[in-house]
């Protein structure tokens, strides 16, 4: 099942948009899952995001332990 997004306008200069079109090219992803994956690791710099549970290979949830 394909993850829910939700979808709002961005306004950023072109010459930003320019960085992360060329940062998404060098790493072979769109500038908007560029955009997100710069995000999320702020995120989670800050303390503000949580891992995601990974599935192990029995498929049951691994990852980190809660706390």
Do not use: C
Not at 50 to 63: F, I, T
């Amino acid at each position: 099942m394909a993850r829910e997004r939700k979808q709002f306008p961005l306004r950023i200069s072109p010459e930003l948009y320019e960085v992360y079109e060329a940062w998404a090219a060098d790493e072979f992803r769109s500038v908007n899952a560029q955009i997100e994956a710069v995000l999320v690791d702020a995120a989670r710099r800050a303390g503000r995001l949580r891992r995601r549970p990974a599935a192990s290979s029995d498929g049951e949830a691994g990852g980190e332990p809660p706390g």
